[in-house]
């Protein structure tokens, strides 16, 4: 495998309502213009051919093949779809809505908004430019080429979700704050099957397209400084006034993704999950938001922990407003959900992630917090607050009540996401492995400084409550890796490696990575010059099919982005020795996102058809 030196990221010169990216400049394809506009309240049922160019518009189902020129299409108009042409508003609601488009337009956006510059974290020409543009649906296109041997063991359907935003955004956006959409290709028997992507068909998604445009407010992007409280209190007037509908949740389920109990769950940490189907053509559909029979009733964060012992399903669940601010939960392999173990903080925290070991969960209580009050005085409601010390807590897996948590302090640590933790009994240590990210909320505020996620072993002792730490690669050899897993089959045990994506140049990913967790030697796959990628899935040899060699034994699956060409693919990497098997050609592109599963042959034919 050949090491392909990949150019910087190209400069961006921050402009609100404009894209001035290099690709821009040369009016390349793959770039994006926003741009100010008017917006309305009132549902429009005739198509968007018709509708005046304003209106922010869906995008057209595979638009994003290529056309005749050989370029992909991005936010062609399209009438609405059957059943959702606009809701009928009354004499009230309609005037109501008049006044609240033109407090919006008149105030928020003309005094608040624009004469201000947008923070290249919430610049949607900096967040969606080139391929974190957003993509239409694509319903199944079958037979795709295969070049090289995709290993006939691998037998599902690789599932991808990512952020993608329906309509234009009338303001600031945040990468994390885009609609869900899911990537799936089905293998079998060493063919691709067939590549699909459909949007998470999510109350708020459903809504907004009924009204024909963006109506709930950005979480990241929009919700900050005084413009942020104005478009709260929009978002309260129009609810009041019915123009909107949050009681059927606010998430966007575009982060997460995990097969548990016959569902395959999309999950964001704003919303209950939503169960999406896998039809057996190969194409998705959105069964509806899953409160597990009636028996969740808050919002769980996007990365539960799926224990391969137990067939339990482990999960968090944050609050910013009220206490309690965080609490745990498990689910039973049939579904059944325990009580909740309410854990005591002193304020709401940022938890992206946690992870568990054989008995216990490990949960991390780090410097990233939400101050609301921070917005009454012009800032982010996400602040680094220096003055906390980072902990870690360690809890029985079946406990009664928090009282059971032992708490170890980490200072000055922040860990976006854990890949592992296990025991060491003899040490009375608890080993948790994690990326270490300095500055800490640089993902959601801006920052100067360059970002660094420095993979990490942290070690809890239990008895001392005493913490250490290593950087695992050593210093010449140090990259940013994000987004991977282990062997999922030993998950909350020992592991020796770690499969991480070289998130280089930031916040592209250039390939991925091998890490050897004991004595730090790293192997790298590279992507290649102008191809970048996300997160590496490994899928394990199917224990059913052939004895495992080793913990290596299996497969890396990865979407690939060729930005030159304009082409994405599957790539399917032999684990153990890290070469290249197959590339699967796809027929539509597909943008940069977060995180994915694989669902097996025999998973697919146990799908529960509904959420009762």
Known sequence: MATITTPGYAHIQRQHGRCSTTAARRGASNSVRFSARAVSSVPHAAAASSAPAFLPVPFVPGADAPSPSGKPAIGVPKAPRKGEEGKRLNFFQRAA?????????GFVANVLERPHGLPSTADPAVQIAGNFAPVGE?????????????????????????????????AGHHLFDGDGMVHAVRIRNGAAESYACRFTETARLRQERAMGRPMFPKAIGELHGHSGIARLALFYARAACGLVDPSHGTGVANAGLVYFNGRLLAMSEDDLPYQVRITADGDLETVGRYDFDGQLGCAMIAHP?????????????????????LKYFYFAPDGTKSADVEIPLDQPTMIHDFAITENYVVVPDHQVVFKLQEMLRGGSPVVLDKEKTSR????PKHAADASEMVWVDVPDCFCFHL???????????????????????????????RLESVLTEIRLNTRTGESTRRAILPPSRQVNLEVGMVNRNLLGRKTRYAYLAV?????????????????????????????????????????????????????????????RAGTSELLVVNAADMRLEATVQLPSRVPYGFHGTFITGGELTTQALSID
């Open 97 to 105: 809505a008049m006044a609240l488009d033109a407090f919006e337009e």
């Open 138 to 170: 694509t319903p199944p296109a079958r037979a795709l080429p295969v070049s090289g041997r995709i290993p006939p063991f691998i037998n599902g359907v690789y599932a991808r979700n990512g952020a993608n935003p329906h309509f234009d955004p009338v």
């Open 419 to 449: 890949w592992n933790s296990w025991e060491e009994v003899e040490s009375d240590e608890v080993v948790v492995i994690g990326s270490c990210m300095t500055p800490a909320d640089s993902i959601f505020n801006e920052s100067d400084d």
């Open 503 to 563: 998130a280089e140049p930031w916040p592209k990913v250039s390939g991925f990575a091998k890490v050897d967790l004991a004595t730090g030697e790293l192997t790298k796959f590279d992507y290649g010059e102008g191809r970048f990628g996300g997160e590496p899935c490994f899928v394990p040899m199917d224990a059913a099919a052939a004895t495992p060699r080793g913990e290596d034994d299996g497969y890396i699956l990865s979407f690939v982005h060729d930005e």
């Open 305 to 325: 922990k799926l224990d391969p012992a137990t067939g339990e399903l482990h999960a968090l669940s944050y609050d910013v407003i009220k206490k309690p601010y």
């Open 392 to 395: 870690f807590g360690v809890l």
